[in-house]
Nanobody, 122 residues
Framework: HLVPSGGGLVQPGGSLRLSCAAS????????VGWFRQAPGKEPEGVAC???????HYTDTMKGRVTISRDNAKNTVYLQLSGAKADDTADYYC??????????????????RGQGTQVTVAA
């Protein structure tokens, strides 16, 4: 079970860190991905961290987000920097015991679940 949190209002150009807390399993054994769905748009992949720690980013978000994990807290983080209005979306996370990050990140609809809302506005 994964629970995303940390969303809120952020000013354009600002930063925000989202958390994805795992319970009932060790998230570092799996690929864990972050996805988002903006109002009126289809879900899209954002970033993924593999069990071996390798990270993957979509071209859209590369350079503005950093995915990381804290195994002691059993949590995966997504740091968003240089926030833009287009980053306004519901952000959600999921783990997959079978798929690689490369496979997960292009299948955001397969992982839609509870999210945390990020709103970028002045």
């Amino acid at each position: 079970h994964l629970v995303p949190s940390g969303g809120g209002l952020v000013q354009p150009g600002g930063s925000l860190r989202l958390s994805c807390a795992a319970s009932g399993f060790r998230q570092n054994y799996y690929a864990v991905g972050w996805f988002r769905q903006a109002p009126g748009k289809e879900p899209e992949g954002v970033a993924c961290i593999a069990g071996d720690g390798n990270t993957h980013y979509t071209d859209t978000m590369k350079g503005r987000v950093t995915i990381s994990r804290d195994n002691a807290k059993n949590t995966v983080y997504l740091q968003l920097s240089g926030a833009k209005a287009d980053d306004t979306a519901d952000y959600y996370c999921s783990a997959d015991p079978e798929r690689s990050c490369t496979e997960m990140i292009v299948r955001p609809n397969d992982y839609r679940g509870q999210g945390t809302q990020v709103t970028v506005a002045a």
